[in-house]
Every structure is written in structure tokens, then in C-alpha cells.
């Protein structure tokens, strides 16, 4: 870490202090020492007479401390600067091609792989939460912990380090133990992994019944209760190539919970799932955790970037940081509180490291405007689409020009199918009363693929119809999105972040009058989810546009959305509309749905998941307010 000296100049008073700063320095004290004709060294504090201010300039200042000490109004402080730690701390460095998964690693101007600092504790009957930016080593931790991965400690000649090896490098007991179950075989691990086609070519041709029969290992009582919350009786009798995304993620989940496993490792487990499962997959982690129907408790690790579920499901936390792809470093345990607005505002208290140079912030406003001299974009009476097997009943309303409206609800309620039919892509049943809508629309859908013969920047010009890539359209667009780094990379290349954000991209570079976005927020992680609100917004401005917005992430809605329309009713069967309704009533009913109540942090403005039956909890269920925002 670098060390360098601040000055907050709300606290500097340079005419009436004296400036022992710049008097009490060991260089100006040692150039008074010198005799005329030698040279002066330069002074690392001044005064600079343009911006009538005191200055620091890092590279004369020798860090000794002196003049933060003798500052009469503590205006100078000291932060240390991210910077890649001591070689002889590294747990894992990847080579620059890794010879097993064919995955070439991105060369650095250090030369090497990519390099991972730390390992996390584990706690016996609580969920450990991991955070952190994606490429940062999230994921590694846990091919590490699960044994599928033999840590090297930058050793990434030698490909025959033995499990002893290893075991003289860890010092810490609990790791240590951990890693000798594994030696052992006497430690088995329950492991869900990012990537879900594994599964394809492992159970093909067997239902999903049949594969959760066989794995069960655990009591008819937890059991049972992962079978209801994850609504597995709905997917049982399938193949899994018959499967969804959200229903793949399902089974992954449950085939990992029924498991009687020492250790359970959950990587983003949230994505594709609708709030509700989200909601009950946070409840089954914390019940697994503890034991539920058993006297043994469990230590569970879950990577995820949904920031409300994560605080809601983790006892503790661990942090990430460092440069994606070139190196990352986890902090020590972090109560899940402080830990999350460390990550957000990217300074750790703790260690008094600066990661990042600006906070991440959230609205806090409801968005209770009025809409009433609002121009309307849209008026639509009563309309039905019936499938086989499925119908979807939207009552009639507005959507107004300007405005940004989530749409929310659990997966099968029909809000993909209302999109399409607002794009014109699907057409309603015939005794609906529905006028085509005749204005520009862009759509983002919620499936995206790489079925796409060209480079990143190809592809956005096909798609949209847009040829401006000026540095104007850069900084709005596709510089915060980051897809300008990869414009020239073919599509085919692209991970699913970097596909998902060059959809996004493309769909906001269109000129329109509506965007549509199903679900952008999947594959992304924290920082990129915020990015995305704030483009999005600042597009719909832009452009005077109206905009809906699919999302699952309750933060991103709460950030994003102006007003709601809730979608309910059976997945798969039936789903009907609520609204549009205002941001706060919005909310409110949505959270009722959901049975959880909602509050704001107070340093950060995130959205956070009261637990249940906790007082606040209680007093806002008493007071019918469920989405927590005082009223003026």
C-alpha cells in the first residue's frame, strides 16, 4: 500500500496557523542547515499563491508524519493507496496461459498471471458473504476451498506442489484443518459453481426428481422445505436441457443444499432468480447454517453481487479489492454492515486503505412526484394474452413521458411477455383493446447470446443503427458501461458481462422514444449494476425518452425506478398487473408480497432487508410500511 498526505482544506487556516507544516519539515529544516551555495532540496508542502492553498507534492515527501502532527487544526490526514502487497503474501498466482482450461490470461506490465492475496475464516453455523468487483477473485477463493484448485503461493513453475507443501504455508488452524479433510478425504464439501452446463452432460437423460432422490442426504424436514421454497415440484418431472436459466439455478441450488456436506460453497446463487426466490434462498442458507432439523451447524460461503440479499443472508462478511484480472486482496472478516459501506464508500477504516476513488451512492428519494401535468406517453385499456396452459390479465393504465417504470415480480407472472407486446413483438388476444404503439423503441432482452460474426463495435452498430462513437458519446455511454475497452474484441470472445453490458449499450445507443430492459442487471457485479442505473438515467434524460426497466435486484429498483407495476399470480399459470402504482405505494405492496419489510441505511442510502420479527421489523409492519421512508 502507498502512503500519501491530504490536506482538507474545509480545516486548513495557512494565514493564521503559521504554517509549522511547511517550518517544522525535515527538508525545509535541513535546506536552512545547508550553506548558500548548495542545493536546496524541494520542499514537499507549500504554498501555492494560484489556488491560494497549501500543497503536498507526493513525490518530494518523505512520509515521516510531522506535519500531520503539528497541524493546529488536524487539516492534514494520511491515507494509503491501493497497490499490489509483498510478493512472499501471495496465496495463488495463475500462469499467463493456464495450460488446464485453455484460458489466456491477460498480460499485465508486471508480467505475470493473475495474482490473489488471502484467504477467508470460516465460521461454523453462519453464512459468510464474499464481495467484491468481478475478475477480483471471488470465485478462486472458492475453487481453493472446494480442493479443486492446489494453491501455489507464486510458485507457477513448479505444477507438482504437494498437498504438504501446502499445508506448511497455511498457518492458521482452522485453514488448516479444513485443507487436511480434504487431504484426508474425511471432509466433504458441497460446491455450486458459477457455471451451471455441467450439469447437462452429468445427468443427461435423468429427471430432476430423480437426480435430487439420489443426492439426499439430509432430513425429510429440511428436505421438504428446500423442495417448497425453491418450487422444485414444478421442474421434477423435467430433463435439464428442458430447463430455464431460473430453473437450472434452482436445482443447482437444492442438488448443493441436500448435500450432508462440512462446508457448503454457493457462488452467485441469485442470478436468474426472481425476488421471492431470492428471498427464500437467503432463508434456506441461514436455516442450512445452523443446523435446521440437526444438532451439527455449518459454514456456508456465498459470492453474490445482489447487495440487499447478500446483507440480508450473511452473519459476516469479506471484502475484495485490488485491479480485476492483474490482482486481488481480501480483507479480514467485516461485520456485514460495515463491511458492504466499506465496499461502497472504498475506504476500509480498519486498514485505512483507499480503494476506490469515488463513493457509490443511492437515491434516496421515493420519487413521490406528482404526475399529473406530465405529459402521457402511453394510455392502454384492458388487454389479455392467453397461452397454452397460461394467461396474463393486464389492467388497464399510463405510462408517462420521461419516466423510468420497474417492473417487478416473481419469474412465469408474464412481465417478458408485456414487454413484447409494448414492442409490438407479440400480439395480445383479439378482443383486447390495444393500439400498436407508434413511436421508436429499443429493446434489450432478457436472453442474450453471442450468435454474432464481428467485433463488439460491429455489433453495436448493427443493432442500433448508430455510427456516433465521438468522445461526447463515449463519456455518456460506452466509456461508464466500459464497453469501450473491448470495441474490437469478437462478440464470440466476450464473458457474460461484458456481452450483458454490450447489449445494454447497444440498446441505449439507439435512438428511441421507449427503451425496454429485461433483467440488465444479470451477470454484473455491484459496481457495474450502479453504473448501469446511473446510464440509464442519465439516457432517459438525455434523449427526453421513456423507459421500463425488468429487474430483480431490489436496490437497482429502488435506485432506478420513478413509479412500479407489480406483476402476480401463479408462475407458469396465470398473472395479472397492479398499477402503475407511485414509488412508495409501489413498493410497499410489492414488499407485502414478499412478506419483508424495507429500511435505508443511514450512511449509504442502500436498501436493506429487515430480519424477521426484528423490532424494526415489527414497528414498520404496525405501521403498514413496509418500504421505509418517513413521510414529510
Not at 429440511?222 to 418431472?237: G, H, P
Not at 423435467?238 to 457448503?264: H, K, M, P, T, W
Amino acid at each position: 500500500m502507498k502512503k500519501i498526505y491530504l490536506i482538507d482544506y474545509d480545516l486548513c487556516s495557512l494565514n493564521s496557523c503559521g504554517q509549522p507544516c511547511v517550518t517544522k519539515c525535515p527538508i525545509s529544516i535541513s535546506n536552512q542547515r545547508k550553506k548558500q551555495h548548495h542545493k536546496k532540496d524541494e520542499v514537499p508542502i507549500r504554498y501555492k499563491k494560484s489556488t491560494d492553498k497549501m500543497i503536498i507534492i507526493d513525490e518530494f515527501c518523505i512520509k515521516c508524519g510531522i506535519c500531520l502532527n503539528v497541524c493546529p487544526r488536524n487539516a492534514i490526514y494520511s491515507i494509503f493507496l491501493l497497490d499490489e502487497p509483498d510478493e512472499d503474501l501471495i496465496n495463488h498466482e495463475y500462469p499467463l496461459i493456464t495450460e488446464n482450461t485453455k484460458i489466456s490470461i491477460v498480460p499485465n506490465e508486471k508480467n505475470h498471471g493473475f495474482r490473489l492475496f488471502g484467504l477467508p475464516t470460516l465460521f461454523s453455523g453462519k453464512v459468510t458473504g464474499l464481495c467484491g468487483p468481478n475478475g477480483i477473485g471471488k470465485s478462486t477463493v472458492l475453487n481453493i476451498l472446494s480442493g479443486n484448485l492446489k494453491m501455489n503461493f507464486g510458485n507457477t513453475k513448479d505444477n507438482e506442489l504437494k498437498w504438504q507443501d501446502l499445508l506448511n504455508h497455511v498457518k492458521e488452524s482452522e485453514m488448516r484443518h479444513h485443507f487436511q479433510g480434504i487431504i484426508s478425504g474425511q471432509r466433504h464439501i458441497a460446491y455450486k459453481q458459477q457455471v451451471l452446463k455441467i450439469f447437462f452432460e452429468k445427468y443427461k437423460q435423468i429427471k430432476i426428481k430423480d437426480i435430487l432422490r439420489e443426492q439426499k442426504h439430509i432430513n425429510d424436514k429440511f428436505y421438504n422445505r428446500i423442495i417448497e421454497n425453491l418450487d422444485i415440484t414444478a421442474i421434477a418431472d423435467r430433463y435439464l436441457d428442458q430447463c430455464s436459466g431460473g430453473e437450472l439455478q434452482r436445482f443447482a441450488i437444492a442438488s448443493v443444499l441436500i448435500q450432508n456436506a462440512d462446508c457448503y460453497l454457493i457462488d452467485e446463487p441469485c442470478t436468474f432468480l426472481d425476488v421471492k426466490k431470492r428471498i427464500k434462498l437467503a432463508e434456506l442458507l441461514q436455516d442450512r447454517a445452523r443446523g435446521f432439523g440437526s444438532n451439527t451447524t455449518y459454514p456456508i460461503l456465498v459470492v453474490e453481487h445482489d447487495l440487499a440479499i447478500l446483507d440480508y443472508m450473511s452473519d459476516v462478511i469479506h471484502l475484495f479489492y485490488g485491479t480485476p484480472h492483474d490482482f486481488g486482496v481480501m480483507t479480514r472478516v467485516q461485520t456485514t454492515k460495515n463491511g458492504i459501506n466499506s465496499y461502497l464508500n472504498g475506504f476500509l477504516k480498519t486498514e485505512n486503505i483507499q480503494f476506490r476513488k469515488k463513493k457509490i451512492g443511492f437515491r434516496r428519494s421515493v420519487s413521490d412526484r406528482s404526475w399529473d401535468n406530465a405529459r402521457i406517453f402511453v394510455d392502454y385499456e384492458k388487454l389479455t394474452k392467453t397461452f397454452d396452459g397460461f394467461q396474463l390479465i393486464v389492467g388497464s393504465g399510463t405510462i408517462y413521458e420521461g419516466e423510468i417504470l420497474g417492473i417487478v415480480g416473481e419469474n412465469g407472472t408474464g412481465k417478458s411477455t408485456f414487454a413484447k407486446i409494448i414492442t409490438g413483438e407479440i400480439k395480445p388476444d383479439e378482443n383486447s383493446i390495444f393500439k400498436t404503439i407508434n413511436r421508436y423503441v429499443s429493446y434489450k432482452p432478457q436472453y442474450i447470446t453471442r450468435d454474432f460474426n464481428g467485433s463488439a463495435k460491429e455489433f453495436i452498430m448493427q443493432t442500433s443503427q448508430n455510427y456516433d462513437f465521438s468522445e461526447k458519446m463515449t463519456l455518456l455511454l460506452y466509456s461508464p458501461l466500459g464497453v469501450d475497452k473491448y470495441f474490437n474484441t469478437p462478440v464470440k470472445e466476450l464473458s457474460g458481462g461484458q456481452l450483458q453490458r454490450l447489449y445494454i449499450a447497444s440498446c441505449l445507443a439507439k435512438r428511441a422514444e421507449l427503451y425496454i430492459l429485461d433483467e440488465p442487471s444479470a451477470y454484473l457485479d455491484v459496481e457495474e449494476r450502479l453504473h448501469i442505473s446511473s446510464v440509464i438515467r442519465a439516457v432517459t434524460k438525455r434523449n427526453s425518452a421513456t423507459t421500463i426497466v425488468i429487474e430483480h435486484d431490489i436496490a437497482i429498483i429502488d435506485a432506478l425506478s420513478d413509479r412500479l407495476l407489480l406483476f402476480k399470480g401463479i408462475p407458469g399459470k396465470y398473472g395479472k398487473t397492479i398499477g402503475p402504482l407511485s414509488k412508495r405505494d409501489g413498493m410497499n405492496e410489492f414488499l407485502k408480497i414478499l412478506d419483508i419489510t424495507f429500511r435505508r441505511d443511514e450512511e449509504t442510502g442502500r436498501a436493506r432487508i429487515n430480519k424477521k420479527d426484528s423490532s424494526i421489523d415489527k414497528r414498520q409492519r404496525s405501521a403498514n410500511e413496509y418500504f421505509y421512508a418517513p413521510r414529510k
